[in-house]
């Protein structure tokens, strides 16, 4: 991960773009020496993120059953 500054992130920011996307590279934005921003590749963890979270905690029966309930409330408007 590298730091970037506001300035130089606007100059080169396709060059950027291009190296989260094809060498899943990650950049830090600074301005006046704080980070204000972070790029990185959108797909990079989230998944594997999402399914370490839903691991670590059991599932909870009422709430499926609750889903249930609910999905008989909700009235579904069909468009074509």
């Known amino acids: 991960m590298s730091d970037v500054s506001a300035t130089e992130a606007a100059r080169r920011f396709s060059d950027l773009l291009d190296a989260v996307e ?3 590279a990650s950049f830090t934005i600074v301005r006046h020496g ?5 790029i990185e590749p ?11 979270l839903l691991r670590r905690h059991q599932p909870d029966p009422a709430w499926a059953e609750e889903l ?9 408007d069909h468009r074509s």
């Open 42 to 52: 959108i797909s990079r963890g989230r998944g594997q993120d999402a399914k370490s």
């Open 68 to 76: 249930d309930e609910v999905r008989t409330l909700v009235e579904l």
């Open 22 to 24: 094809h060498d899943g």
């Open 34 to 38: 704080k980070a204000v921003a972070y």
